[in-house]
Structures are given as structure tokens and as C-alpha cells.
């Protein structure tokens, strides 16, 4: 988390300064931007590390729009939306759509504060999740078609004696195949191997 950046946008010089500061004496790393634009231009495509602190009123393009912008390029980087003109069904709106938070102006600089921690602990979640689903699409690849279809069979809930109907093959032969479908995709136990299986076929 250390490393993470706060990528805090807002227009006002004034008040982008002033809580780049706050952060920074809080011992984050802030990366501040006048615009939504000029942040979206900057953006590494392939970090989902971090967070992101918006305004949502801001010209070219507000809040509400960076969101819907991130979104359509799959960018998984958290977001807090700060708005001094919202209302209920805007903030339940950005919700809905995946903002992390809502924070309506005037707040303490605690409640910024606990909304970025909440943010970061949730951008490494993400970041692990990301890690582990790639981890296991490659170990995915090394199965056999057959492995895969033992697999695909076996997390449905079918026996061996129902794939092994299925397929036109031996009972002894599917558990040949199984074992050797969870060794590839290191799972140590049938529940691993099923929980894979529905990760990968949610991706």
C-alpha cells in the first residue's frame, strides 16, 4: 500500500493544494490533476494500484463522467467522488456504478481520511484478485480438452459414473482425468478445484 498512489483531481487550485497537503503529512502519495482529462492522459492503463479522489463538478469533464470513462476501459482503480452540490440520488447513482464513496463538502478531513484507507485496502484486494485469476487462466491453458471437460462436468456436480456416461468412458479413467486436471491447477483439495473453476468461469 505504501507505494499506491492518491490520484486526487479537482479544478480548484485552491483546495486541490490543500488537501494534497492534509494527505501528504498523512503519509500518502498524492499525484494531484486540475482536470479529469489530463488525468485520464496520464493514467497507466495496466496499475490498478491506489485510489482516485474526484470532484464531481468540474468543466470538460465532471466526476460522474470520469467514472462512466473508467468504466468503459476497465480500470480498476477506486473511486472517491467529492461533490458540495450533491444530492441522495446522485450519490446512490455513482454508487450503483461502482463508485467506492460519496463525500459531500463541507466534511472533516477524517472522513476523506477513513474513505481512502477503506479505498486502498480494496484497491489490494483487487490487485490480488487480478494476480490470482491470471495465475490461474495460465494454469487453466495446460489442461488437456478432456481435462476440461472432466473439470467442467465434475464442478457441475455430475459423479464420475454420470461423466463417465457421458464421455463413453471408463469410471476409472475420469478419475485419472480429475486427478490430473486438479494437480495442473494446484488445487489441494475438490473445493479449491470447484471455487477455481466458478472464478474462472465468472471472468
Do not use: W
Not at 458540495?84 to 446512490?92: K, Q, R, S
Not at 466534511?107 to 481520511?113: S, Y
Request: charged share 30%.
Amino acid at each position: 500500500m505504501a507505494g499506491d498512489h492518491v490520484f486526487l483531481i479537482d479544478d480548484n487550485e485552491a483546495v486541490r493544494d490543500a488537501l494534497a497537503l492534509y494527505l501528504q503529512s498523512k503519509s500518502l502519495n498524492v499525484r494531484p490533476f486540475e482536470s479529469a482529462v489530463s488525468f485520464l492522459h496520464a493514467l497507466d492503463r495496466n496499475s490498478n494500484g491506489g485510489c482516485i479522489v474526484s470532484d464531481v463538478r468540474m468543466p470538460n469533464m465532471s466526476g460522474l463522467e470520469l467514472q462512466k470513462a473508467l468504466k468503459a476501459q476497465d480500470v480498476r482503480i477506486p473511486l472517491i467522488l467529492i461533490s458540495g452540490h450533491g444530492d441522495i440520488d446522485m450519490a446512490v447513482r455513482a454508487v450503483k456504478e461502482g463508485a467506492h464513496d460519496f463525500i459531500e463538502k463541507p466534511f472533516p478531513e477524517q472522513r476523506l481520511l477513513s474513505a481512502i484507507e477503506s479505498a486502498m485496502r480494496s484497491s489490494e484486494r483487487m490487485r490480488d484478485d487480478t494476480q490470482l485469476l491470471q495465475r490461474l487462466r495460465e494454469l487453466h491453458k495446460t489442461l488437456t480438452d478432456r481435462e476440461r471437460e472432466v473439470m467442467n462436468f465434475a464442478v457441475e456436480g455430475y459423479t464420475n459414473k454420470q461423466i463417465a456416461l457421458r464421455l463413453g468412458i471408463s469410471i476409472r479413467t475420469v478419475e485419472i482425468y480429475r486427478a490430473k486436471a486438479m494437480e495442473k491447477m494446484e488445487a489441494p483439495s475438490f473445493a479449491a478445484f470447484v471455487r477455481m473453476a466458478l472464478k474462472l468461469s465468472e471472468s
